[in-house]
């Protein structure tokens, strides 16, 4: 076991994110959307629902400060105003963890299914409720 380290801190999340450098995107997707069939690197956290695993992600890797929209949303087909629920609480998490408002930015469904195939990896949520989508753009980790 290590100190500070969550259930959802898997060795396959680790390694990813530790993996990932400066600029790379991450994809946390729910259960719907098609991650095996998209993924460059797929790591499965099927127990968690979004904002937990977005919350385990964001513990370990900043957003990048050097581009207007590190975190996006996929926004909903009809109505791309509307924000569901789930990524409003998302949009919580990162606030929380970012310590400043982060807006999460949308992106129209078609635009984030082509993002999340070029994304450094996928991370399938085992969240239940639609448009559980998002897409993180890592940024540098400074000396403290």
């Not at 994809?27 to 095996?36: G, K, R, S, T, Y």
């Amino acid at each position: 076991m290590l100190k500070t380290l969550t259930r959802l801190h898997t060795p396959d999340l680790l390694h990813l994110l530790a993996s990932m450098g400066h600029g790379d995107e991450l994809a946390l997707v729910d259960a719907h959307f098609p991650a095996v069939a998209l993924a460059r690197r797929l790591v499965r956290l099927d127990g968690a629902d979004l904002p937990e695993a977005l919350d385990a992600c964001l513990k370990l890797i900043p957003l990048d400060s050097f581009v207007p929209d590190p975190a996006l949303r996929m926004e909903v087909v009809g109505s791309p105003d509307e924000i569901p629920e789930v990524q409003r609480a998302c949009q919580l998490v990162i606030d929380g963890n970012e310590g400043r408002h982060v807006p999460l930015a949308p992106l129209e469904r078609h635009a984030f299914y082509a993002r999340a195939r070029e994304a450094f990896g996928i991370v399938l949520t085992g969240e239940q409720r639609p448009y559980g989508c998002i897409l993180l753009k890592k940024g540098v980790v400074l000396p403290a």
